[in-house]
Nanobody
Framework: QVQLVQSGGGTVQAGDSLRLSCTASGRAPSTKPMGWFRQAPGKEREFVARISWNGGSTGYADSVKGRFTISRDNANNLLYLQMDNLKPEDTAVYYC?????????????????WGQGTQVTVSS
């Protein structure tokens, strides 16, 4: 079992930056590929970014590519999402997640463990 606790988020203006953090605990969290997803009101949860267990491979949704950066600190069991040049369409509840597979994935069905979610609101 892996437990994920998120921090960060809040309300910012368009063009601002925010960093989300996710602290993992439990059974070998540093060995698991992880990712970030988000869900806007009235919409389905969507993939944002993914990272391999050692941080050597990352992937992003087209909508955030070049603006968001996913990273991890395995020594401290931390996952980050640095969000720059935020836009109003980035407004959503953001979730960190850890996979049940050995590969990083953009498919939410591959993720078994989820954080509690954190609200990010971007005003224009």
């Amino acid at each position: 079992q892996v437990q994920l606790v998120q921090s960060g988020g809040g309300t910012v203006q368009a063009g601002d930056s925010l960093r989300l953090s996710c602290t993992a605990s439990g059974r070998a969290p540093s060995t698991k590929p992880m990712g970030w997803f988000r869900q806007a009101p009235g919409k389905e949860r969507e993939f944002v970014a993914r990272i391999s267990w050692n941080g050597g491979s990352t992937g992003y949704a087209d909508s955030v590519k070049g603006r968001f950066t996913i990273s991890r600190d395995n020594a401290n069991n931390l996952l980050y999402l640095q969000m720059d040049n935020l836009k109003p369409e980035d407004t959503a509840v953001y979730y960190c997640a850890a996979t049940k597979t050995f590969y990083s994935s953009s498919d939410s069905n591959d993720y078994a463990y989820w954080g509690q979610g954190t609200q990010v609101t971007v005003s224009s």
